[in-house]
């Protein structure tokens, strides 16, 4: 099965993601989508937010529905 990619976000794919049994799915970086809507779109952050986590985060169309990670930051990661 081939990979999905989420149209419009292209500039926000950083990689790929796999696991042992299955195909290679798109990796997405969640923050720079959300960026994507307010830049293109005009949208506020929470209106992005809402959007993309209702429209993009909450289709899941398969096995090969791409993934949107939220990177730590070292901050984050206790560093």
Known sequence: EEALFADGFEDALIGYCERCGTSPVALY????????????????????????????????????????????TGRARGH
């Open 29 to 72: 970086d969640y923050d720079k989508c959300i960026a994507i809507l307010m830049k293109r779109d005009g949208m506020t952050l929470d209106d992005a937010v809402e959007f993309f986590e209702f429209n993009t985060l909450g289709s899941f169309v398969g096995e090969a529905t791409p993934m949107f990670a939220k990177l730590l």
